[in-house]
């Protein structure tokens, strides 16, 4: 029986590098699983949301073709749904370390607020 793959864990920097340097690829989806109302508070710049609550209904809707990273508030929450979505067929998942809590602190684009039509919804195949 294959061992399952470990949680590939990352740093804000390098998640918000990799949105950003995606040269002949799809770049990686940031996927938010707090809850509505944190996401409304603050959220990291690009994130669509994907809450735990909706998660293990929903978690099918999410591109398995596209390398996701998965962000709470501190990555704790985040971690645990990267590590169903390797459990479940979805090969490139990583968590990010310290969550939207480090991204804030490492100055990183930021929004709050409700969301833009279409800013926190799933991308449509």
Same mark, same amino acid.
């Given at each position: 029986m294959e061992r399952p793959r470990a949680v590939? %864990? %990352?740093?804000?920097?390098?998640?918000?590098r990799r949105m950003a340097d995606t040269p002949g690829g799809a770049a990686p989806l940031l996927v938010d699983v707090r809850e509505v109302n944190e996401? +409304?508070?603050?959220?990291?710049? &690009?994130? +669509? *949301?994907?809450?735990?609550?909706?998660?293990l #209904? $929903?978690? $099918?809707?999410?591109p398995p073709?596209?390398?996701?990273? *998965?962000?709470?508030a501190t990555g704790s929450r985040s971690f645990g749904a990267a590590d169903y979505l390797l459990r479940n067929g979805?090969?490139?998942? #990583?968590? %990010?370390?310290g969550g939207? +809590?480090?991204?804030?602190? #490492? &100055?990183?684009?930021?929004?709050? &607020?409700?969301?833009a039509p279409g800013e926190h919804e799933l991308p449509q195949p």
């Open positions: 590939e %864990v %990352v740093d804000v920097i390098e998640a918000a996401f +409304v508070q603050l959220r990291a710049e &690009g994130a +669509v *949301l994907l809450p735990l609550s909706d998660f #209904a $929903r978690y $099918r809707e999410l073709d596209r390398p996701l990273l *998965l962000i709470c979805f090969p490139r998942v #990583a968590n %990010v370390q939207t +809590v480090a991204w804030a602190r #490492a &100055g990183l684009p930021l929004r709050q &607020g409700p969301p």
